[in-house]
């Protein structure tokens, strides 16, 4: 076969090939994302971020949701899977000492009725469950005042209020020795002196009472757990994130 038949032949197959191709591509433009029924959107990885130790009832409730394409939420019973209520996401915004990534906020303070739910927007992950309710915040602040108890050095940990922890007193308050900071003319540095506020590992500052530092743990417990979302809510409503 000379040179002439080999490129005649290829030409020829080069044709056939192209020609199919253009004859035969009858496909549609590729469908985007915001085309595509909410059900069929892909899913963003970002996840809704909510309060979930719980919301007090009649107090503002508010979930930070990704900026996906959907305008609505909906809050569900987790026990019956229904829609107990709906509202309309805010229009996505960023703050600005938290970075660029856009969001909306899911405010749902109305709803007051006491159970267990979660978030549900087309275009990400459903929530994690959380309560509603009077005493959500009761574990929390059991908690709290329990760990006082359990960070005493100087006092033994016994049943019926140490549960798994039980055990014996680190050390006796008895044989202090004075520090050089403490230390004046009628007490040098060094005297051994029996001191009965000393035993609580350092929770607290030195010379802090623990009667004292109680009602500002209590006041930060019920109201740290969700300013973060009720200031957010705030600075959107007031125009104040770019």
């Not at 016994?158 to 008895?174: I, M």
């Not at 044989?175 to 040098?188: F, G, I």
């Amino acid at each position: 076969m000379n040179i002439n038949k080999i490129l005649a032949i290829t030409l020829l197959a080069t044709l056939t090939v192209a020609c199919g191709s253009s004859n035969g591509d009858k496909s549609e433009p590729p469908t985007t994302q915001n085309e595509l029924p909410e059900e069929q959107q892909e899913t963003t990885v970002e996840q809704i971020q909510l309060n979930q130790v719980g919301f007090l009832p009649n107090e503002n409730k508010v979930a930070v949701v990704p900026n996906v394409s959907s305008s609505s939420f909906a809050l569900v019973s987790k026990d019956t899977g229904t829609v107990v209520f709906e509202g309309t996401l805010s229009t996505a915004a960023s703050w600005q000492v938290a970075g660029d990534t856009q969001f909306k906020i899911a405010d749902f303070s109305p709803f007051k009725t006491e159970g267990q739910y979660f978030i549900r927007v087309a275009g990400v992950d459903e929530s994690h469950n959380f309560d509603i309710g009077s005493t959500v915040f009761d574990p929390l602040h059991d908690a709290a005042l329990k760990s006082y108890y359990f960070n005493r050095s100087g006092t033994a940990i016994e049943a019926p209020y140490s549960q798994q922890w039980t055990r014996a007193a680190g050390h006796s308050d008895e044989q202090v020795k004075v520090h050089a900071s403490a230390a004046s003319t009628e007490r040098p540095e060094l005297t051994v002196i029996s001191s009965l506020k000393a035993g609580m590992t350092r929770v607290i500052t030195a010379n802090t009472s623990l009667i004292r530092a109680l009602p500002h743990t209590l006041y930060w417990l019920h109201t740290s757990t969700f300013l973060i979302f009720t200031t957010t809510a705030r600075l959107i409503s007031q125009k104040q994130m770019t």
